[in-house]
């Protein structure tokens, strides 16, 4: 079995399992975190109740920089312990959700007057690999390189060799990390979850905790909801309540016995722009040359991602749901890019699209700067007995999990599992239901007469987003070949593909699908996203059968994000 039949269609009953039965954890914010412990429980046969207060994945596990990296900066703060276990939970992602984890080659150079040295990038890369490696059940996807300049310019043949201020390149580094959709890793996880639960579990977004309930110990014992679409209001009960609501963890304790601030958010910004445009044929590995600070150039098949800003985040007339990228912050961005790549003179008009993210640093005393808090996790419980985890990166939300799920066995929130394997770490570094080599995506779909059945360009769209699930999308089509017709030339999305989601992947909203089931919000031009939406709209109207006024207000409030988001685009 791939998959539950997972549908925002079927949210009646979702909602009625929720009020009847006691949860062995209930567990407060769908981002990756809350998915990874959904999975834990479910795979040592735990219940579990998974709320959002908004869409799965709808803060920093859709906003990221797509990326399941070690973290080769932190090298320089000497997080040896992170780094390591950062690589070892990327290639285990790697190797067992191939689809949506892959591989992806950076290129690290270092100028005559740049602050990352020849010396800098040659230790780097070697302990990157060293600490990747030694001991690893999963290893590298290759090995790591130094390189000269003269290689360079062959190798990526847009980037500056000199510059007046910054001197000749002298060397780069040459490594891998990996490429994801963080918001589909975050979805699959949590459709897994349901899976190997057996009914006995559930997930609901538009859910908002608004307070928890206490037993007659003044413990908490469960929390009371709000369904957003319905209006209904009504009560969870659970052994153990948890929180891995990232930077609403503050927001969601102020509910309980709890008094301590804890989160640190910083702000992160990405720019999307044209690969050919800027010229890039691999990753790199970027410090500002404003004030030193790290940040990438993802390549992203036609599409390059630049970012990642990383500042502190005081919201006033806004709040944590709402960060967006300013005028600042894309002049940040482009200053060094344009630099490194002094042929693409990247200009407002070569953005695509932009989005913005919050990461849930936890708070560190004698911090200089955002990028030297570290992405350590934090477990801790409130005085009243909610549970909480807070920090972390995105990489490692199975071992936070994992981690999380000890606490509540040691701090006896829950029984001890019930096998000895169960309590052994890396007990749930297993293989991925949905995830599938592209060689056998290319085996099945051979056997299956699929091969002809939709473009090279959207099959490959079809693998890397849904693994398993894009054979599915390619028999719908084989049958009905109109459901392949592309929404948009010169993109993959298409009828077949939102009939899958609709039914497969609970989304009741046009922007969850856009947004965060697809990566349309930021791939597709900003002008063209107006055609897009109507006709993404047009099918879930009919499959949810909304009215035309429901359909025309999903349609305004979608674009009025993405205009959000490019606002500072009009200055």
């Not at 959207?458 to 089509?477: D, K, M, N, S, W």
């Amino acid at each position: 079995m791939v998959s539950v039949k997972w549908s925002a269609y079927d949210r009646r009953q979702v909602l009625d399992l929720v009020q009847k039965q006691e949860f062995d954890l209930i567990i407060i914010g769908g981002g990756i975190t809350g998915a990874g412990i959904a999975r834990e429980c479910a795979l040592r046969d735990l219940s579990f109740c998974l709320l959002d207060k908004n869409d799965f994945a709808f803060g920093t596990s859709s906003r990221s920089s797509k990326l399941f990296h070690g973290g080769l900066r932190y090298l320089a703060s000497g997080e040896f312990g992170l780094v390591r276990e950062s690589t070892s939970e990327r290639n285990w992602l790697r190797c067992h959700l191939p689809n949506l984890v892959r591989p992806l080659g950076f290129v690290y150079p270092s100028y005559e007057n740049y602050k990352s040295t020849p010396l800098k990038i040659r230790f780097a890369v070697l302990l990157y690999d060293l600490l990747s490696n030694c001991f690893s059940e999963h290893k590298n996807y290759r090995k790591s390189r130094i390189f000269k300049a003269s290689f360079i310019e062959e190798l990526e043949p847009a980037v500056a060799l000199e510059d007046p201020e910054l001197g000749k390149m002298t060397i780069a580094g040459f490594y891998y990390d990996t490429n994801c959709d963080d918001a589909r890793v975050t979805l699959e996880i949590i459709k897994e979850s349901i899976t190997y639960s057996n009914s006995r579990s559930a997930a609901l977004n538009y859910a908002p905790v608004n307070g928890f309930l206490k037993n007659k110990n003044h413990k908490v014992s469960g929390v009371t909801v709000t369904d957003l679409f319905s209006g209904q209001n009504f009560e969870v009960h659970g052994r153990c309540v948890v929180s891995a609501s990232g930077v609403w963890t503050d927001q969601v304790l102020a509910g309980s016995d709890y008094n301590q601030e804890r989160i640190y958010p910083t702000k992160g910004v990405h720019l999307v722009v044209p690969a050919e445009r800027l010229g890039n044929r691999n990753a790199f590995s970027l410090v500002s040359l404003d004030d030193g600070r790290f940040f990438f150039i993802l390549r992203r098949g036609k599409v390059s991602i630049i970012g990642t800003t990383d500042t502190a985040y005081y919201p006033e007339s806004t709040n944590f749901d709402e960060p967006w990228c300013t005028r600042d912050d894309c002049d940040y961005l482009l200053r060094t890019v344009n630099r490194i790549f002094p042929r693409a003179r990247l200009t407002d008009a070569d953005i695509i699209g932009a989005y913005a993210g919050l990461r849930p640093l936890i708070r560190q005393e004698g911090a200089e700067h955002e990028s030297d808090v570290s992405r350590n996790h934090e477990i801790f419980t409130t005085s009243d007995g909610v549970v909480a985890i807070a920090g972390g990166k995105s990489t490692t939300h199975r071992r936070m999990a994992e981690d999380l799920l000890y606490y509540l066995v040691k701090e006896k929130f829950i029984d001890p599992f019930a096998s000895p394997e169960q309590m052994k770490k890396g007990y749930s570094k297993i293989p991925f239901k949905i995830g599938l080599a592209r060689s056998e995506f290319d085996a099945q779909t051979r056997a299956k007469g699929l091969v002809e059945t939709a473009h090279p360009d959207q099959q490959e769209h079809f693998y890397t987003q849904y693994g398993r699930g894009g054979l599915a999308i390619l028999e719908t089509i084989r049958v009905n070949p109109a459901l392949g017709q592309p929404f948009l030339e010169g993109y993959p999305f298409c009828e077949a593909e939102i009939l899958y989601i609709l039914e497969q992947e609970n989304a009741p909203k046009l922007t969850d699908v856009l947004c965060r089931r697809t990566e349309a919000q930021w791939l597709v031009w900003h002008h063209r996203q107006d055609k897009l939406a109507a006709a993404v709209a047009a099918v879930m109207a009919r499959f949810y059968n909304w009215s035309d006024i429901t359909r025309m207000e999903e349609i305004k409030q979608y674009l009025d994000y993405v205009a959000k988001n490019v606002r500072f685009l009009q200055g």
